[in-house]
């Protein structure tokens, strides 16, 4: 448990500073003043002045925070004047307020989090991909296991082969291959193996009768194949794994705010603080590449829910952000405000709700990962 805990406040902490750390890095070259880089959330333990900049180390071990010079809530801001400074403010730090900057200035500092949450996702995924080698789920079936005087044996199939069809017909789960194999036992089928690129066709008969665990052909499979790359391809590869799980998430969320809207389905695989601290500990239980590909995942999780139009979430902030570049017009920061108070309200609101949910699956001992 202790474990789990730490490493979750680690990953977490990881996650949400490479997220700050894109909103700091944009906002200092392009000349926006950032008043505070904290890590963690206050009360403030230790703060030092470098520069113009407050370093900050604070009391809640979780994450981290930016501060820009003329940045409010709802992601607009004005500045505080005194009569007495009101004109050296305006003529030396007002150009430097992040309200005041261009939109494609503000807009390029909201969704540098965004981008470096998906950068860290894409670096993880092409160094396991180019180092270790990852478990990618495919639509292919994989031998991963032959067993002795079995019909698989005896037919000629290879370990790593392929199984692309039985009886002509294309097959690309484990599943299906199961019950196709069991409704013809004790017939002759075909399959259709792919072996190093090449086309094969053997013939077995599909036992009746079998040792326990060995199953009518006697083969391990799996759709689960080990993607590795040279070091020059990985990070190619790793975009594109990084841009397909990003695809997957919108496609998820999707169908699942369209499946409570018009069915009333509850949502399914939702998780919050504790589900996520409950996957942590699964994941490095299961050692570091695991626990790295897990982190991966994570920040692309980060990145997607950052960008969707909510108010209170960078996206939000982009939403008006882009309402301003097509009119022209800055929306009245009233009810930028409001709309970020009330999308704020909501989020921590199902937050907390799917908290208890978290906890009471915990209780009874189910798990998130799919069985």
Do not use: C
């Amino acid at each position: 448990m202790l474990v789990t805990i730490i490493a979750f406040i680690l990953i977490l902490s990881v996650l949400v500073l490479i997220h700050e750390l894109g909103h700091f890095l944009v906002a200092k070259k392009l000349g926006i003043k950032v008043e505070e880089f904290g890590f963690g959330f206050p009360p403030k333990v230790f703060g030092k002045k470098i520069g113009e900049t407050i370093y900050s180390i604070n009391l809640l071990p979780v994450g981290g925070f930016v501060k820009l010079y003329g940045e409010d809530a709802a992601g607009g801001g004005s500045i505080k004047k005194s009569a007495s400074s009101q004109k050296q403010v305006a003529s030396s730090q007002l150009k430097r307020a992040f309200f005041a900057r261009p939109v494609w200035q503000r807009f390029t500092v909201v969704i540098a989090g965004v981008v470096m949450n998906f950068i860290l996702a894409v670096v993880l995924i092409s160094y396991l991909f180019g180092v270790q080698g990852v478990a990618i789920p495919t639509k292919q079936i994989h031998v991963t296991e032959i067993l002795r005087n079995s019909p698989a044996e005896k037919s000629g199939i290879k370990l790593n082969d392929v199984i692309a069809s039985i009886n002509g017909q294309k097959i690309t789960l484990t599943q299906d291959f199961i019950k196709e194999v069991k409704a013809d036992q004790g017939k002759e089928i075909r399959l259709g193996i792919l072996r190093n690129k090449e086309n094969i066709l053997v013939t077995l008969v599909p036992r009746k009768i079998y040792p326990k665990g060995e199953g009518p052909v006697g083969v391990g499979i799996s759709n689960i194949e080990i993607k590795k790359y040279k070091w020059y391809e990985a990070p190619f590869f790793g975009t594109l794994e990084a841009l397909k799980f990003s695809w997957m998430i919108v496609a998820g969320l999707s169908q699942m705010v369209f499946d409570l809207i018009v069915h009333g389905t509850k949502p399914q695989g939702v998780a919050g603080p504790v589900g996520v601290a409950q996957l942590t500990g699964q994941a490095v239980s299961y050692g570091v590449n695991a626990t790295l590909w897990f982190i991966a995942l994570l920040s692309i999780n980060l990145a997607v829910l950052n960008v969707l139009p909510i108010p209170a979430l960078d996206g939000g902030r982009l939403f008006f952000i882009i309402i301003e570049a097509v009119t022209s017009k800055k929306v009245n920061p009233k009810y930028e405000s409001l709309s970020h108070a009330v999308g704020l309200a909501v989020l921590l609101g199902l937050m907390a709700l799917i908290t208890v949910f978290d906890v009471m699956r915990a209780l009874s001992g189910q798990s998130l990962l799919p069985k």
